[in-house]
């Protein structure tokens, strides 16, 4: 069975300091990892995703995570934060083998940006 | 862009009532699916429909759930007779392809209130 996990339910950072919000997968097949996006009252918005290319993924608002198999690991990060990234980040696995391809989620970290 | 819509945004209801929560998926999309997240919870896949028919369903999707597409554009799911514990949001998600190429967009949720 798949799963992820993700560490640290909230997480708070300065404006202008590294984002490094963190995901681990368990997964007997390759997996495909995505990190979705919640703004308040909205629905979930895809950030990126990894489908066995490059290892380092890059994605919308400057964020990028890296696939690392040894680790089992897809952290998602960005350089420099800023106050509209401030909202919920899910980290989710999938597996193309079926007839479809059901995401699923980590418990969700709240990113709250300090001024 | 085009975008996944829901409705309603939030919907009271009482315990043993049936509601349908709507999705108007993206106009071009094949493959339509439904999560939920109680509170404080993961997002869970509940169930996908391709074709006309449920491609997949998790073990929450009961005999109390069901899903249709009645004409061409919406897709509905149904809770026949509600329990406290449907209380979620509910997402509904659509998606053009399967494989590596597909993302899946999400709706900005229902959010369901059994009393």
């Known amino acids: 069975a798949q799963s992820v996990t993700q560490l640290g339910s909230h997480v708070s950072v300065s404006e202008g300091a590294l984002v490094l919000l963190r995901c681990n997968y368990s997964s007997s097949v390759p997996p495909y990892l995505f990190w979705y996006v919640q703004y308040p009252n909205q629905g979930l918005q895809l950030l990126l995703k990894?489908?066995?290319?490059?290892?380092l993924v890059k994605g919308i608002n400057g964020f990028e995570a890296e696939f690392k198999k040894s680790e089992t690991s897809f952290h998602l990060t960005k350089p420099s934060a800023h106050m509209r990234d401030a909202a919920e980040y899910f980290c989710a696995v999938s597996n193309y083998g079926g007839a479809t391809n059901k995401l699923i989620f980590g418990t969700g970290t709240l990113l709250a940006v300090q001024p | 862009e085009p975008e996944v819509t829901q409705t309603p945004s939030h919907q009271v209801t009482q315990m043993g009532q049936e509601v349908i929560l709507r999705c108007v998926p993206i106009?071009?999309?094949?493959?339509f699916y439904w999560y939920r997240q109680i509170l404080g919870q993961k997002v869970e896949f509940l169930v996908s429909?391709?074709?006309?028919?449920?491609?997949?369903k998790s073990e929450i999707f009961d005999d109390q759930f069901s899903v249709e597409r009645p004409d061409g554009s919406n897709f509905t799911l149904k809770i026949r007779s509600t329990k406290l514990e449907d209380s979620a949001m509910y997402f509904c998600a659509s998606s053009e392809v399967l494989g590596q190429q597909e993302t899946q967009y999400f709706g900005p949720g229902t959010r369901l209130l059994v009393l």
């Open positions: 990894y489908t066995s290319a490059a290892t």
């Open positions: 106009s071009n999309h094949l493959y």
């Open positions: 429909f391709y074709n006309n028919e449920i491609s997949e």
